[in-house]
C-alpha cells in the first residue's frame, strides 16, 4: 500500500477527484484531441492564445486517475507560459516520469515533481503523458490530428 | 502425463495441478502471484513446456519436405496434433482441421477465402454486439471490398443476447452469421446450437467465434453444426502463435486458398499451378511446427483433467467471485447473462479501471483492465473500460478471496 502512496499522491487524488480548468474553453484558438487507446482514455485541450503565449486552457473527457490529474495540474502550470517554456516544461516532465536517475528538476517543475512515482509503472508513463502530447498538438498546428499514446 | 491422467480423473485436485504451472509459483510485488487474467492467455503446464523441449532437443526438421528421419519424426508430431485437436473437438474428418496463427488468422482467413469470393453489394453479414474485435474487423475488410454490408444484433442490459432479434436479422441478403460462442468482456455464454439451427434453416452458413469457449466448455462440432469453428492455442493452455480453424469439409475443398507459398501447392510452373488438398491448401509456408505440437500436449493436457470436472471448479469460482464482488459497494458488475462462464467484469464507484488494474497488480492480483478488443461492449454499457478476471482451471477460491480483497483495498486508497 505504501509503494501505491508514491504513485497515488493526495495531490493526485485531489485533482483526480476535483480537476481545474475541466470543461470546454469556448471560444478557443487552438484545440486538439489526445487518446490512449490501451485504456480507453480520451481528452480534449482547448487553448487560448495571446500571441504566442497561453492566455487560457482547459480540457475535458475522461481517464484514469493518473491522466486525469495530470491533466489538471498542467492546466494550472501552463496558463501564461511561452511555446518554448511549455516544451521546455513538457521535457522536464517527460524525463521525471521516465527516467530512473531524474529528481533534480524540483525547482523547475514545481508541484509537478508529485508524478515522479509514475516512474515505477512504466505502463502509467502513457496516461502521464498524454494531456501533455495533446497540448503540443494543440500548439503546434492551427488543424491539429488526433494524437494517440500508441 | 499418464500419471495426472489417473489422479485428476478421481478427483479434482487444484493443488496438484496448480504444481504443473511452474510459473504460477512466483512474488508479484512481494506476494503471491494470483493470475486471473487467463481470458487474455493462459499459463502453461509442464507437459506443454516439456512437448516444445522435447520437439527441438529431439525432432526438428521442416515438415512434409525432406525425407529424413527427422524430417518424418517433426511430420508426424505436426499431423499428431492436428489428430488430437479433431478429437478434441470432435470433427468428422482430420482434414477439416486447418492450423493457423490463432483465432484472428482463422477468422481472416474464412473472411478472404470463404465469404469475400461469395459477397455481393448489399449482401449481409450478421454479427452480434457482444464481438471481440478480431470477430468485427474481418468483415468490415471484405464488406468495404465487395460493397456488403454488416448487421449487429442487439444484447441486453443483462449481456445477454435475443434469440427472436438475431432471427428477425437473418433476412434473405444474409450469407454469413458470425457468433462468439462465449464472449469475453462479459462471459455471456450465446446459445449456438439454436442460432446454427436457425441459420440453416434459412440457408446461412455460420462461423463460432471460439477463442473463449474451447478453454472451458465441451465443444463439439458435429453436434453444434457450426460451418466454422475458430480457436487459439494460447487460450487453453497452449503455446502463443498457433490456433485452429475447423471447417466442414465441403466447404473447405471449394474455397480458394488463403496465403500462397510453399506447402500449399500440388505443382508450381509458370503457365499454372494447382493447388494442394485441404488442409494443405491453407498451411503456406513452413507453419508454426513446435507451437502446433505444444498445442496437441495442451489438449491432450486438457482432456486429461476431465472438462466436466473442470467446468465445475470454474463455475463455482465464477459464483463465488460475483457473489463477493457484489457485496462491494458501489461496484457494478457489467454482464449478467444468466449463462456465463469464464469471466467477471466490474467498474468500481468512478474509479478508473486502470486505476484498479494497477492497485490489484501491486497486491499480486493480474487482471486485466481496458476495453478487451471489445469497444463496442465498453459503449453499450456507456464505460470507458472494465476490469476483467478470468479464470482458469488452476486458479482457487483463495484465489477469489485475494482479488475481492484487493478491490475493497481500492476503496481504502480511493476513498469512495
Ligand atoms: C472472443 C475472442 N475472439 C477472438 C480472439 C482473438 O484471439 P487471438 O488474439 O488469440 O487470435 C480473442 C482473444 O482475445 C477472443 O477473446
Redesign the interface.
Known amino acids: 500500500?505504501s509503494?501505491?502512496?508514491d504513485?497515488?499522491q493526495e495531490v493526485i487524488?485531489d485533482h483526480n477527484k476535483r480537476p481545474r480548468n475541466f470543461g470546454a474553453l469556448e471560444p478557443a484558438d487552438r484545440r486538439a484531441i489526445g487518446h490512449n487507446?490501451?485504456?480507453?482514455?480520451?481528452l480534449t485541450v482547448y487553448v487560448r492564445l495571446d500571441g504566442t503565449r497561453v492566455a487560457d486552457v482547459r480540457f475535458e473527457g475522461?481517464?484514469?486517475?493518473?491522466s486525469?490529474a495530470s491533466a489538471s495540474m498542467m492546466t494550472e502550470m501552463v496558463k501564461g507560459l511561452s511555446r518554448d517554456d511549455i516544451a521546455a516544461l513538457f521535457e522536464s516532465f517527460h524525463h521525471l516520469v521516465t527516467a530512473p536517475d531524474a529528481g533534480d528538476e524540483g525547482d523547475h517543475l514545481g508541484k509537478l515533481t508529485v508524478f515522479a512515482g509514475v516512474r515505477e509503472?512504466p505502463t502509467?508513463v502513457k496516461?502521464a503523458t498524454l494531456s501533455w502530447h495533446t497540448l503540443r498538438a494543440a500548439l503546434e498546428d492551427e488543424a491539429p490530428q488526433p494524437v494517440t499514446t500508441e | 502425463m499418464n500419471a495426472i491422467n489417473s489422479t485428476v480423473r478421481l478427483q479434482f485436485d487444484v493443488d496438484r495441478l496448480r504444481a504443473e504451472f511452474p510459473i504460477l509459483r512466483q512474488q508479484i510485488?512481494g506476494r503471491p502471484l494470483v493470475y486471473l487474467d487467463n481470458a487474455n492467455t493462459t499459463q502453461k503446464p509442464r507437459a506443454v513446456l516439456e512437448a516444445l523441449n522435447h520437439y527441438y532437443l529431439e525432432s526438428n526438421a521442416n515438415i512434409h519436405r525432406a525425407n529424413h528421419l527427422l524430417s518424418e519424426r517433426a511430420t508426424q508430431a505436426y499431423e499428431g496434433a492436428r489428430e488430437k485437436v479433431r478429437r478434441f473437438i470432435n470433427a468428422r474428418d482430420v482434414e477439416e482441421v486447418i492450423f493457423t496463427r490463432g483465432c484472428t488468422e482463422a477468422i481472416n482467413l474464412v473472411a478472404q477465402s470463404f465469404a469475400r469470393p461469395r459477397l455481393r453489394e448489399d449482401d449481409e453479414i450478421l454479427l452480434t454486439h457482444l464481438e471481440h474485435h478480431s470477430n468485427i474487423v474481418p468483415w468490415q475488410i471484405v464488406c468495404e471490398a465487395t460493397g456488403a454490408r454488416l448487421r449487429v444484433a442487439p444484447i441486453s442490459d443483462r449481456g445477454e443476447l435475443d434469440l427472436e432479434q438475431l432471427v428477425a436479422l437473418m433476412q434473405e441478403r444474409t450469407r454469413l452469421v458470425a457468433i462468439a460462442h462465449v464472449s469475453n468482456a462479459l462471459g455471456t455464454v450465446l446459445p449456438v446450437g439454436e442460432i446454427v439451427r436457425e441459420a440453416h434453416a434459412r440457408g446461412i452458413p455460420v462461423l463460432v467465434d471460439g477463442a473463449q469457449a474451447a478453454p472451458h466448455l465441451p465443444v463439439d462440432v458435429q453436434a453444434l453444426d457450426c460451418d466454422f469453428y475458430a480457436f487459439s492455442g494460447h487460450k487453453l493452455y497452449g503455446p502463443t502463435g498457433v490456433g485452429a480453424l475447423y471447417g466442414k469439409r465441403a466447404l473447405l475443398d471449394a474455397m480458394p486458398p488463403y496465403q500462397g507459398g510453399g506447402s500449399m501447392i500440388a505443382s508450381v510452373s509458370f503457365e499454372k499451378t494447382t493447388y494442394n488438398t485441404v488442409p494443405y491448401r491453407f498451411e503456406a509456408g513452413t507453419p508454426n511446427i513446435a507451437g502446433v505440437v505444444g498445442f496437441g500436449a495442451a489438449v491432450d493436457f486438457l482432456i486429461s483433467c476431465d472438462l466436466d470436472a473442470v467446468r465445475v471448479h470454474e463455475h463455482e469460482l465464477l459464483g463465488r467471485a460475483t457473489q463477493q464482488l457484489a457485496e462491494i459497494p458501489d461496484l457494478r458488475i457489467i454482464g449478467e447473462a444468466h449463462e456465463k462462464c469464464g469471466v467477471v467484469s466490474f467498474v468500481y464507484d468512478d474509479?478508473?479501471?486502470?486505476?484498479v488494474g494497477?492497485?490489484l497488480d501491486?497486491e499480486g492480483v493480474a487482471v486485466r483492465?481496458?476495453?478487451h478488443c471489445a469497444?463496442p461492449v465498453?459503449d453499450r454499457y456507456g464505460v470507458?473500460?472494465t476490469v476483467r478476471a478470468s479464470f482458469a482451471l488452476y486458479n482457487t477460491a483463495e484465489d477469489v478471496d485475494a482479488l475481492v480483497r484487493a478491490v475493497w483495498?481500492v476503496r481504502?486508497?480511493?476513498?469512495a
Do not use: N, S, W
Open positions: 500500500m509503494e501505491l502512496r504513485l497515488y487524488l487507446p490501451l485504456c480507453g482514455d480520451k475522461q481517464g484514469c486517475a493518473i486525469k509503472y502509467r496516461c | 510485488h474509479v478508473h479501471p486502470h486505476d494497477t492497485v501491486q483492465a481496458g476495453q469497444q465498453m470507458p473500460a483495498r481504502d486508497l480511493f476513498g
